[in-house]
T-cell receptor, first 113, second 112 residues
Framework: GEKVEQHESTLSVREGDSAVINCTYT??????FPWYKQEAGKSLHFVID?????DRKQSQRLIVLLDKKAKRFSLHITATQPEDSAIYFC????????????FGTGTKLQVVP | EAAVTQSPRSKVAVTGGKVTLSCHQT?????MYWYRQDTGHGLRLIHY???????EKGDIPDGYKASRPSQENFSLILELASLSQTAVYFC???????????FGPGTRLLVL
C-alpha cells in the first residue's frame, strides 16, 4: 500500500522567512495530496491540496509543489508568522475513490520572532 | 463549516476493560474514519465506513472494532483495552465525490 514519508520532524524558522516541508510517496496511482495543520492541543484542519494534473498551486502564503517523477511534494510557507507555528501533516490518496488518505508523520514548525 | 463531534474528549481506562469512543457528524457525509495519533507515527487509520451498517479495516485494525449504526454516527470499540492503545483518537468525515476530510476534536485515551 501507499507509504508517505515526511522528512522533517521539526523545523524552526525566523518570522518573515520561508519554511519548506517535504514529503515523498510510493504509489504512482496516488493523485491527490492534501496538507493539514494541527495547532497545539487542537484537531487537524485542511489548509491546501494539489492534484496530479498540476505541479504547482498557491493559496495566499501557501504554495504546494508536486514532482510526480520523483514522487515528491512540498509545502512552502512564505513570509512566516507566529500563527503558522503548528504541526503540518502531508497525505496522499487516489481522488474520489473508496480508498483513504495515508498520512505522513508530521512536521512541527516553530516560527521564532 | 462541517461539524464532527467526539465523546468523550478524554478518558482513563483500565487494562482489560471495554472502551467505546463515539463520533457524530452533521455533514451528511457518507465516509467516516477513525485514526489514532502517536508521536512519531503521525495519523494511522484504524477503521473506516462508507455506508451505514458496514465498516472496513484500515491499516491497524487489530484490537479495535467499529460500528456505524447510522450515517451520522461511528463508534470505535476497544473490547479489551491495553496499555499500547493509549493515544489520541480522531474521527473524520468526508463526502462522496469530495476529497477533504473534516476532523473531530479528538479523544485523549489513557489506559492504565
Amino acid at each position: 500500500g501507499e507509504k508517505v514519508e515526511q522528512h522533517e520532524s521539526t523545523l524552526s524558522v525566523r518570522e518573515g522567512d520561508s519554511a519548506v516541508i517535504n514529503c515523498t510517496y510510493t504509489d504512482t496511482a496516488s493523485s491527490y495530496f492534501p496538507w493539514y495543520k494541527q495547532e497545539a492541543g487542537k484537531s487537524l484542519h485542511f489548509v491546501i491540496d494539489i492534484r496530479s494534473n498540476v505541479d504547482r498551486k498557491q493559496s495566499q502564503r501557501l504554495i504546494v509543489l508536486l514532482d510526480k517523477k520523483a514522487k515528491r511534494f512540498s509545502l512552502h510557507i512564505t513570509a512566516t508568522q507566529p500563527e503558522d507555528s503548528a504541526i503540518y501533516f502531508c497525505a496522499a490518496s487516489m481522488t474520489n475513490s473508496g480508498t483513504y488518505q495515508r498520512f505522513g508523520t508530521g512536521t512541527k514548525l516553530q516560527v521564532v520572532p | 463549516e462541517a461539524a464532527v463531534t467526539q465523546s468523550p474528549r478524554s478518558k482513563v481506562a483500565v487494562t482489560g476493560g471495554k472502551v467505546t469512543l463515539s463520533c457524530h457528524q452533521t455533514n451528511n457525509h457518507d465516509y467516516m474514519y477513525w485514526y489514532r495519533q502517536d508521536t512519531g507515527h503521525g495519523l494511522r487509520l484504524i477503521h473506516y465506513s462508507y455506508v451505514a451498517d458496514s465498516t472496513e479495516k484500515g491499516d491497524i485494525p487489530d484490537g479495535y472494532k467499529a460500528s456505524r449504526p447510522s450515517q451520522e454516527n461511528f463508534s470505535l470499540i476497544l473490547e479489551l483495552a491495553s496499555l499500547s492503545q493509549t493515544a489520541v483518537y480522531f474521527c473524520a468525515s468526508r463526502g462522496t465525490g469530495q476529497d477533504t476530510q473534516y476532523f473531530g476534536p479528538g479523544t485523549r485515551l489513557l489506559v492504565l
